[in-house]
């Protein structure tokens, strides 16, 4: 399984960004894919994730009503719509895949981790 992340950059506090991920390797109907970041001087934290089959979702609070999941099944691609962005949402973030039940929010579940890219949100 191979994750390539992008659409990070620098951004104005309340401004947008998508980030993209494209998974290629195997089949993801199983699969969970999530998204996470790094801070840093911080551990790792769950954002969001979004079962492949289904498309059932979850975010972390912090995120809630702000930023969004979705996928395109065509694309094999999932995204992450990040709107009204504070300098605390400032992180690297990653991509990454597991295949289990439910949604796994602790980093240590996902098998599959893409490179990271980098947002920066300015005051």
């Known amino acids: 399984v191979q994750l390539q992340a992008c659409g990070g950059g620098l951004v104005q506090t309340g401004g947008s960004l998508r980030l993209s991920c494209a998974a290629s390797?195997?089949?993801?109907?199983?699969?969970?894919m999530g998204w996470f970041r790094q801070a840093p001087g911080k551990e790792r934290e769950f954002v969001a994730a979004i079962r492949w089959s289904g498309g059932s979702t979850k975010h972390a609070d912090s995120v809630k009503g702000r930023f969004t999941i979705s996928r395109d099944n065509a694309k094999n691609t999932v995204y992450l719509q990040m709107n009204s962005l504070k300098p605390e949402d400032t992180a690297v973030y990653y991509c990454?895949?597991?295949?289990?039940?439910?949604?796994?929010?602790?980093?240590?579940?996902?098998?599959?981790w893409g490179q990271g890219t980098e947002v920066t949100v300015s005051s």
């Open positions: 390797g195997r089949t993801f109907s199983y699969y969970i």
């Open positions: 990454a895949a597991t295949a289990g039940v439910g949604i796994p929010i602790a980093a240590t579940t996902y098998d599959y």
